[in-house]
């Protein structure tokens, strides 16, 4: 696609759930960012890989949170015990170098009950 | 807590008026400053970015005003459009990491 693709577009999960969403950047774009980004809030970082390397993931709230980019393409951010502070959008961003996000994608809204 | 303390919340400008948006930053580490425009339900689209080593940027109707000794920098929308309603959000970039402001959302009344 042209654009970076994320799904799903919405997750609604219970309490201590464990939920996955995926990230699509766009190919060929070495650097790929998660954010995370709360009702009426600017988006707040949680990592960043370079091709499949995890260069920082000092944004991650807790360790519930995981996120691996195994090929150096495809992301997934996965959330584990779901709680009810965990429910906002959360956003990829790619770029083709190693240089502030270029392309976000739509994000995925994720609503915890 | 925020490193990007961005003003005001929320504007209302006639179409064809001026927006004009500003930012403050504290960690002079920061060394790239982005603006992006976001809609309901969408991501944030780089607008236009500027870095600390000059005083202004111009594309289009969008122009990026940057005082590095007052550690500020503003966007200027001339010429708004009801197209450009939307939210925008100024960010500060090191480390491969991006701190944004809170937002503001701007209103271009037809």
């Known amino acids: 696609g042209a654009g970076v693709s994320q799904s799903p577009r919405y997750k609604v999960a219970k309490r201590g759930q464990d939920v996955a969403l995926r990230c699509d950047p766009i190919?060929?774009?070495?650097?790929l960012f998660w954010y995370q980004q709360a009702l009426g809030q600017g988006p707040e970082f949680l990592t960043y890989?370079?091709?499949?390397?995890?260069?920082?993931k000092s944004g991650l709230p807790s360790d519930r949170f995981f996120a691996e980019r195994p090929e150096g393409s495809v992301s997934t951010l996965k959330i584990q015990r779901t709680q009810q502070e965990d429910s906002a959008v959360y956003l990829c961003a790619s770029s083709l170098r190693t240089d502030i996000p270029q392309h976000f994608g739509d994000g995925t809204r994720l609503s915890i009950l | 807590q925020q490193q990007v303390k961005q003003s005001p919340q929320s504007l209302i400008v006639q179409k064809g008026g001026i927006s004009i948006i500003n930012c403050a930053y504290e960690?002079?580490?920061?060394?790239?400053f982005p603006w992006y425009q976001q809609f309901p339900g969408k991501g944030p689209a780089l607008l236009i970015a500027i870095r600390p080593d000059v005083s202004e940027k111009k594309e289009g109707r969008f122009t990026i005003s940057f005082n590095k000794s007052a550690k500020q920098f503003s966007l200027h929308i001339m010429d708004s459009q009801p197209g450009d309603s939307a939210t925008y959000f100024c960010a500060a970039f090191n480390d491969y990491k991006l701190s944004f402001g809170a937002g503001t959302t701007v209103t271009v009344r037809a």
């Open positions: 890989f370079q091709n499949e390397a995890q260069l920082d």
């Open positions: 960690n002079t580490a920061f060394d790239y």
């Open positions: 190919s060929g774009h070495v650097s």
